[in-house]
């Protein structure tokens, strides 16, 4: 569990967006070598180590989750040095007016700036009360000219994100920028190593795809790369709890998620009867969940043939913007949940998962 949180931390501030991931990549790539028989990547950047049984002919059991961020390429630099910005990703554009942003460089060099906002006594009424559109927004950096940010390095197409660094609120919450979904690259991490000494009767693949936020891109090919018999995504949902209901879907603290649907998959109903009963034979919390948005599990389970798939989740407040919060306990029951499900699988298990439906 320790390990979890070291790398959740370490992987949250790290900056990547879709197509952008190299940052996100390295990292996986020094933590995944260390404990797998095999690297292997795919053209688009996704990564896996994979650790290998002693059957040759054993299943393959796919852990993954993703690693780009939701955030902004440069699009346009106006004369007197600001940034227009396009959207990577799903943006509630609300939450943005002000905001704190860094933008890298094609040669990594970073600029920190703010996302403009025009003091309200200077709007009229009407402006006051609409919605702001993304294309108006502009980031300033401290130039003066367009030239000065082409000194500078910066580009259109570089990447911009929000800086929102990764705090522990107290014991039990954290607050940071990109819960979504460096959660899932630090679990494969985690997961990796807790059965570096273990003898499993299948390959375990574990690692992180690109482009999930911007269609699940990465998954495709990582499936292909993979070949995996059964997935498990990691990823971090909408928390709904922040306006105190205590009948909703979803709330802090609550544990693992059992997410029945979403809008990319149907789970396979044995792997998540088989999570379902994992959390109550150990006593973990898990809460049920249904969601309108998908994970990386909407292309791994319609890749080849059909691969069985379990997403296995938390819920964070606040995500796709720079503060997202997510409960301790909820990352303890996932891990332990996921150290539990994996292993105490079997071929046979695994035999029945891919029969379920049949």
């Known amino acids: 569990m320790d390990k979890l949180l070291f790398h959740l931390e370490n992987l949250a501030n790290l900056d990547g967006i879709a197509s952008l991931e190299s940052q996100v990549f390295q990292y996986m790539k020094t933590h995944l070598t260390p404990y797998a028989d095999e690297i292997i990547s795919d053209g688009l950047g996704s990564i896996f180590g994979v650790k290998k049984s002693k059957n040759p002919n054993a299943k393959r059991v796919l852990l993954a989750g993703h690693m780009d961020e939701v955030g902004f390429m440069v699009k346009g630099i106006n004369d007197v040095g600001s940034l227009s910005i396009y959207p990577v990703g799903g943006w509630w554009s609300q939450t943005l007016m002000s905001q704190r942003v860094r933008v890298t460089t094609n040669d990594g060099r970073v600029y920190k700036g703010a996302i403009g906002s025009i003091p309200p006594h200077l709007l009229t009424e009407a402006k006051r009360n609409a919605v702001v559109d993304i294309a108006d927004l502009l980031v300033d950096v401290g130039a003066t000219s367009k030239q000065e940010v082409l000194d500078m390095g910066i580009n259109l197409g570089d990447m911009v994100v929000l800086d929102g660094a990764f705090v522990y609120l107290n014991e039990h919450r954290i607050l940071s920028k990109a819960l979504d979904n460096r959660y899932g690259c630090a679990m494969s991490l985690a997961m990796l190593e807790a059965f570096k000494d273990v003898e499993l009767p299948f390959d375990l693949i574990a690692g992180a795809t690109v482009q999930e936020e911007v269609g699940l891109r990465g998954a495709q090919t990582a499936a292909v790369l993979t070949q995996p018999d059964i997935a498990i995504v990691y990823d971090c949902s909408p928390a709904n709890d922040a306006g105190g209901d205590k009948d909703v879907l979803g709330k802090l603290g609550a544990g693992v998620l059992l997410r029945f649907v979403d809008a990319s998959m149907l789970p396979n109903r044995?792997?998540?009867?088989?999570?379902?009963?994992?959390?109550?034979?150990?006593?973990?919390?898990?809460?049920?969940?249904?969601?309108?948005?998908?994970?990386?599990?909407?292309?791994?389970?319609?890749?080849?043939?059909?691969?069985?798939?379990?997403?296995?989740?938390?819920?964070?407040?606040?995500?796709?913007?720079?503060?997202s919060i997510c409960d301790v306990n909820d990352l303890k029951a996932a891990y332990h949940a996921s150290l539990h499900f994996i292993g105490e699988l079997n071929e046979n298990a695994i035999n029945d998962m891919i029969k379920c439906n049949q």
């Open 270 to 323: 044995c792997m998540i009867e088989r999570l379902k009963q994992t959390t109550i034979q150990h006593e973990l919390p898990h809460q049920y969940y249904l969601s309108l948005g998908g994970t990386d599990a909407g292309a791994i389970h319609k890749a080849h043939m059909g691969v069985p798939t379990l997403t296995m989740c938390i819920c964070a407040r606040n995500i796709h913007t720079s503060s």
